[in-house]
């Protein structure tokens, strides 16, 4: 797989600094000025793997494959609707504290954490695969 990590203009150079950490890890960065261009730039490419963000929301308004992480976030109500999500959270019983009074106060983020890079891998492989449970 070809891994580009996309933001907003100001994160270029932190995420040139990580992808030369990992150079097997990341083919390169994409940073855009706008959000326009930054979708325009994700219709590009295969799948969109990220966090609850408007770009989520976005790959999947547009019909990408978008694999959505959740922690902190309510899924009913920050889903990304599109016809090829997945979903994945570890289901912690701290998590979704997006609505509580302790929001913000996390140290941890294991609701994060926890999702290992081989989950992502196996879930992106299950949708190479025709996986239906990506057509929500």
Known sequence: YNVYLIGAREDAEEYEARCLLEPELCSG??????FYDSVNQLSKHDVF???DCGLAQAAAAI????????????ISKN????IRVKIVNKGLPCSPCQLLPDFGKCQDFQCMGQIKPEEIVEAVNSYAKGDTKWQD
């Not at 694999?67 to 309510?74: H, K």
């Not at 889903?79 to 599109?82: A, E, R």
């Open 63 to 74: 019909g990408m494959p978008t694999l959505a992480l959740f922690g902190p976030t309510r």
């Open 79 to 82: 889903k990304p609707l599109g």
């Open 49 to 51: 793997i990220g966090q």
């Open 29 to 34: 960065i994409i940073c855009e000025d706008s």
